[in-house]
């Protein structure tokens, strides 16, 4: 298992093994930080976790932090490469958007706990992981709007548009783990709840194009560069004042 962008030190130069034993480590972390929490799960019951002793369990990773690191690295490996797998039988640019949201939605809802407690702890990442963090993030987001150009191929794109598209779609199956509770109280069955947000994703989309056909005007696209600059600055505003 490759850690990209940061690395993480190992004592042991056998790769196969380090694949092999941090995902033993990953497996039990997953399991103790979601009962548990960052700070309250200690290094020795990851370890107990993982079926490893904490001597053993040092020679892949330095720190709790690591840990951290590593699940994080995990799951979005999962996601980015699931995504691709889950379109590379399908042809239809169409079909490709929903193959790839529903595997998504999947996913998440399957680590919900995991996923959740990802975005409790984000706070916890060092330096060097947020950078990495970041970058990771801006390459699963760029297979969206990829497939948003493929989807809207021949026709004018709005480039605006399409970007603020591809941010939603990356995190639209987020909604699950986040609202679940809710979710599964309003609607009879989670099934329902993703086909549901297929559909509205379906007809919500064809904003990409840039057409005034049968469209609504939206003043935040259709003003000017300075006024956009405007609104960064009043957003940083509002960001000091709380």
């Not at 369990?57 to 330095?62: A, D």
């Not at 399409?162 to 783990?177: E, F, G, M, Q, T």
């Not at 600059?229 to 509002?238: A, T, V």
């Amino acid at each position: 298992m490759k850690v990209h962008g940061k690395e993480v030190q190992a004592n042991i130069k056998n790769a196969r093994l380090i694949d092999l034993r941090r995902r033993q480590i990953i497996e039990g972390a997953m399991h103790v930080f979601a009962a548990k929490g960052f700070h309250r799960a200690t290094v020795r019951e990851i370890a107990d976790a993982a079926g490893l002793t904490m001597g053993t369990m040092y020679n892949y990773v330095r720190s709790k932090e690591d840990i951290l690191y590593i699940v994080y690295d995990f799951m979005t490996t999962i996601l980015t490469e699931g995504l691709r797998k889950a379109i590379e039988n399908t042809e239809d640019p169409r079909e490709k958007v929903s193959a790839a949201l529903r595997h998504n939605m999947e996913l998440i809802y399957q680590y919900r706990d995991v996923i959740m407690f990802l975005y409790r702890e984000a706070g916890n990442y060092d330096r060097e992981s947020v950078r990495t963090v970041l970058a990771q993030e801006t390459k699963y987001i760029e297979v969206f709007e990829e497939l948003l150009r493929q989807r809207f191929a021949g026709r004018k794109i709005n480039e605006a548009r399409l970007k603020v598209a591809a941010d939603i779609l990356s995190y639209l199956n987020v909604i699950l783990v986040l609202r679940g509770w809710s979710l599964r109280r309003r609607h009879k069955s989670m099934d329902d709840v993703v086909d549901g947000i297929l559909e509205f994703v379906e007809h919500a989309i064809e904003i990409v194009e840039d057409t005034d056909r049968g469209s609504v005007d939206c003043r935040h696209f259709k003003n000017t560069a300075k006024s956009q600059r405007e609104r960064r600055s009043k957003w940083g505003n509002r960001a000091k004042k709380k």
